[in-house]
């Protein structure tokens, strides 16, 4: 098992739509968790982190359930330049503090 | 540099060769990973330097992957007698932190790398 989930996709919505994605983790002991996004052929770009209280920024919504091991990513009226790959990062406590990437979500916003 | 540089971007080579791929992180950055990325995949963690130190090479996928970081800022990552398989995007990162807070990652272009 992956030490960090995501469902590839791709998500196809129409603009203006809401859509989520999960991921989920396995390691109990993880600390930080990113969300990152990845535009077709270029790096992935920090898009938000994830806080224990949820955070928001503009359309984004980050959220974290320890308990059940998952954080998540809501957009909310999706546009067309939001089609990317994202990308959701864990980093643990202790050892070498590798964040850890999982394989990405694909989002198509298509009009 | 105002971000994290790489070279070549693009390199082509024959099965057996030998190459050398160039990162050049932000000017104070602590932290400098190597991460691997396939077509269709995340980045997959290869190596992790503190300053010049090489904490952490638990992700080279075997001994022809060799990677340095001798005066604590530009690093190479140098595979040997490459293989179809190591074709991907070799991507750089720096942060300027260390350990716990090295997670908030800058990441340069990559570099393509395919082997024919």
């Known amino acids: 098992r992956k030490e960090v989930e995501q469902d590839p996709g791709p998500f196809n919505v129409p603009e203006g739509a809401t859509v989520a994605f999960n991921c989920t983790y396995s390691?109990?002991?993880?600390?930080?968790f990113f969300w990152y996004r990845q535009d077709c052929r270029k790096e992935p770009k920090l898009l938000m982190s994830v806080y224990s209280s949820g955070n928001e920024d503009g359309r984004f919504t980050a959220q974290l359930n320890r308990a059940s091991q998952y954080i998540s990513l809501l957009i909310r009226d999706s546009k067309l330049s939001d089609s990317a790959t994202y990308l959701c990062?864990?980093?643990?406590?202790?050892?070498?503090?590798?964040?850890?990437f999982g394989r990405g979500t694909s989002l198509i916003v298509h009009p | 540099g105002a971000g994290v540089s790489q070279s070549p971007r693009y390199k082509v080579a024959k099965r057996g060769q030998d190459v050398a791929l160039r990162c050049d992180p932000i000017?104070?950055?602590?932290?400098l990973f190597w991460y691997q990325q396939a077509l269709g995949q995340g980045p997959e963690f290869l190596t992790y330097?503190?300053?010049?130190?090489?904490?952490?090479k638990s992700g080279l996928p075997s001994d022809r992957f060799f990677a340095e970081r001798p005066e604590g800022s530009v690093s190479t990552l140098k595979i040997q007698r490459t293989q179809q398989e190591d074709s991907a995007v070799y991507l750089c990162?720096?942060?300027?932190?260390?350990?716990?807070?090295?997670?908030?990652?800058?990441f340069g272009a990559g570099s393509r790398l395919t082997v024919l």
């Open positions: 990162a720096s942060s300027l932190n260390r350990g716990a807070g090295a997670n908030v990652l800058t």
């Open positions: 990062v864990v980093s643990p406590i202790g050892g070498s503090y590798i964040p850890t």
């Open positions: 330097f503190q300053n010049e130190a090489q904490l952490d």
């Open positions: 000017s104070g950055h602590v932290s």
């Open positions: 390691n109990s002991a993880s600390q930080s």
